[in-house]
C-alpha cells in the first residue's frame, strides 16, 4: 500500500487528506484501515506517535457516510474513549480535520470544564463523541447521555487507562453500549489486564502490531548523564543553556516536581511552563499553544499529561526523572525526531534507584547508552561509616580520676550539637542510641540540677567533676550509710 488512494475512501475524506498533504500511509494505518472498513473489531499494538489517530478515524468516517442518518437526541454514533483531555482534544481535532467536507457534528466531553456546555451540545445528539470515562460517566449519570445508540467504539491508550485508573469505568460504559458495534482497541503495551479487557469488549478481532515498544527511533540520539540529586536543577539549565534546542520536553515523576523544575528554570533566566493534572483546563491549553507556536520553549511535563502532547518540531526529549517503567522511556523519546527530523534524548540518573531503572531500559531496548560521569568527585562512592564519637578524656587531677560527666549536664556542660526536644543535631541518633552521650528510649538522662547556674564553661564543668570525687579525697569524712 503506497499511496491514501488506494484505500478507496469517500470522496470528501480523499479531499481532506489531500488538503492535510497526507500521501503516504505509516503502517499502523496501511494494516488497519484496510481491515477497519470491512467491519472488523481490530486490535492495535503501536505506541504514540505511529498515526493510530488516522488509522480508526478514517474507516470510521467511510463508514458513516455509507450510511448517514441522523443522531439521535442525547446519543452518538461514534463514542472514542481517551485518558487524558489533551490527547482527547486533538483526537477530535483530527476527526474534525478528516470530516471538513462533510459537516460533521462532533462534540468533546472531558472533566477540568463546566459540564454545562457539554450537557448542551449533545441536546441534539451528534455523530462523533470523544471523552475522558470519568466525565462521561458524569453526563450518563446526569441523564445527559444515552449510550445505547453507539455504532463504533474506540479505545485509544489502553494501557495508560489501566495506569490511571479507569479500567473499571471502562468496565461500566461498556456494559451500557449495544452488543452489536464494531470495536477499535488501542494500545501501545499488551499487560494482562488489558489483554483481559480486550477479550471481553472484542469479538473475533484482528491484531495489527507495529513499531514494537522496545524499539526507539533510529534518528534519535540518546545519552546519559550521571550526576548528584542535588546537581540536577543545574545541569537541566546548564542544558537548555548550551545545547541547541528548538523546543525541549523536560519529565517529571511528579506534578509537584514538575512546579519545582519550573521554578529554578525561571530563577536561572530561562522561560518554562508546566503542565500536569493539576492545572486548569484553560491552563493547560493556553501553555500547549504557546508551546506550539514555540513562544514556550520549554515544557515541563508528567507522563499522564504528556500524552496528549502531540507536537512537532521538538528537539529535546530530556529526563529529569528517569521513569521506573521501561516502556514509558520509549514513549517519552518518541516525542522528537518525528516527520523525519532528528532529536535528543538526555537522561539525567541520580542514585542506584535511578541506575536500577537504567539496567531495565537498556534490556528492554537492546541498547547499552552512552554514559557520561558528571558527579561530584568522591560524592558517588560509598561514604565511610562515621567513626562513633569518643568522649574526650578528663584531665588528669592530683584528687584522683574523674568520673565520665553526664550527657546533657546543665548550663556548664560542653555542647556536642544543639538539642531541641529529641533532635540531636551534630552527632549520630541511630534508633534510640546516642554516640557521645547515654541516650535510651530517646530520653536523655539530665545531669543533677543541683549546679545550676554556679558556673558557666569550664567553671561548669569543674563544678560537675568536684561534685563526683570521692569525699576523703576533698578531705571530709563520709557518713557511714545505714545497713
Do not use: W
Not at 30 to 40: E, H
Not at 299 to 315: K, N, P, Q
Not at 439 to 445: A, F, S, T, V
Amino acid at each position: 500500500m503506497t499511496s491514501f488512494q488506494d484505500f478507496g475512501l469517500a470522496d470528501p475524506l480523499s479531499r481532506a487528506l489531500k488538503d492535510e498533504n497526507y500521501v503516504t500511509p505509516t503502517p499502523i494505518q496501511a494494516q488497519t484501515i484496510p481491515i477497519a472498513l470491512t467491519g472488523r473489531d481490530v486490535i492495535g499494538i503501536a505506541q504514540t506517535g505511529t498515526g493510530k489517530t488516522a488509522s480508526f478515524a478514517l474507516p470510521i468516517l467511510h463508514r458513516l457516510l455509507e450510511n448517514r442518518t441522523r443522531p439521535q437526541s442525547k446519543t452518538c454514533r461514534v463514542l472514542v474513549l481517551s485518558p487524558t483531555r489533551e490527547l482527547s482534544g486533538q483526537i477530535l481535532d483530527s476527526f474534525n480535520a478528516y470530516g471538513r467536507h462533510i459537516r460533521l457534528t462532533s462534540t468533546l466531553a472531558i472533566g477540568g470544564v463546566p459540564m454545562g456546555r457539554q450537557v448542551r451540545a449533545l441536546m441534539g445528539g451528534v455523530e462523533v463523541l470523544v471523552a475522558t470515562p470519568g466525565r462521561l460517566l458524569d453526563l450518563v449519570q446526569g441523564n445527559a447521555l444515552k449510550l445505547n445508540q453507539v455504532e463504533f467504539l474506540v479505545l485509544d491508550e489502553a494501557d495508560r487507562m489501566l495506569d490511571m485508573g479507569f479500567i473499571n469505568d471502562i468496565r461500566k460504559i461498556v456494559a451500557k453500549l449495544p452488543v452489536k458495534r464494531q470495536t477499535l482497541f488501542f494500545s501501545a503495551t499488551m499487560p494482562k489486564d488489558i489483554a483481559d479487557l480486550a477479550e471481553q469488549m472484542l469479538r473475533d478481532p484482528a491484531r495489527v502490531a507495529v513499531t514494537p515498544v522496545s524499539s526507539t527511533v533510529e534518528r534519535i540520539t540518546q545519552k546519559v548523564l550521571q550526576v548528584d540529586h542535588s546537581a540536577k536543577p543545574a545541569v537541566l539549565a546548564e542544558l537548555l543553556k548550551t545545547e541547541s534546542v528548538n523546543r525541549a520536553l523536560v519529565f517529571t515523576r511528579t506534578k509537584h516536581g514538575a512546579d519545582k523544575v519550573v521554578k529554578g528554570l525561571v530563577k536561572a533566566g530561562i522561560p518554562a511552563e508546566a503542565i500536569h493534572g493539576n492545572k486548569s483546563q484553560n491552563h493547560r491549553e493556553r501553555v500547549l499553544a504557546a508551546f506550539r507556536t514555540g513562544d514556550i520553549r520549554t515544557l515541563v511535563a508528567t507522563d499522564i499529561a504528556a500524552r496528549g502532547i502531540d507536537v512537532d518540531g521538538i528537539s529535546h526529549v530530556i529526563n529529569f526523572d528517569l521513569t521506573n517503567i521501561p516502556e514509558t522511556y520509549v514513549h517519552r523519546i518518541g516525542r522528537t525526531a518525528r516527520a523525519g527530523a532528528e532529536g535528543t534524548a538526555i537522561s539525567l540518573v541520580a542514585g542506584a534507584e535511578e541506575l536500577g531503572y537504567l539496567r531495565d531500559i537498556e534490556k528492554l531496548i537492546r541498547v547499552a547508552l552512552p554514559k557520561e560521569d558528571r558527579r561530584t568527585p568522591g560524592q558517588h562512592r560509598p561514604a565511610p561509616a562515621a567513626p562513633q564519637q569518643q568522649q574526650r578524656p578528663a584531665a588528669p587531677s592530683a584528687h584522683g580520676p574523674r568520673r565520665r560527666r553526664r550527657p546533657g549536664g546543665g548550663a556548664g556542660a560542653p555542647q556536642h550539637g544543639r538539642h531541641d526536644g529529641h533532635r540531636n543535631e551534630g552527632s549520630r541518633h541511630e534508633g534510640g542510641r546516642h554516640d557521645g552521650g547515654r541516650h535510651d528510649g530517646g530520653r536523655h538522662e539530665p545531669a543533677r540540677a543541683s549546679h545550676a547556674g554556679k558556673g558557666e564553661g569550664i567553671q561548669g564543668v569543674a563544678f560537675l567533676h568536684r561534685e563526683s570525687r570521692p569525699a576523703q579525697n576533698r578531705g571530709q569524712k563520709r557518713r557511714p550509710q545505714r545497713p
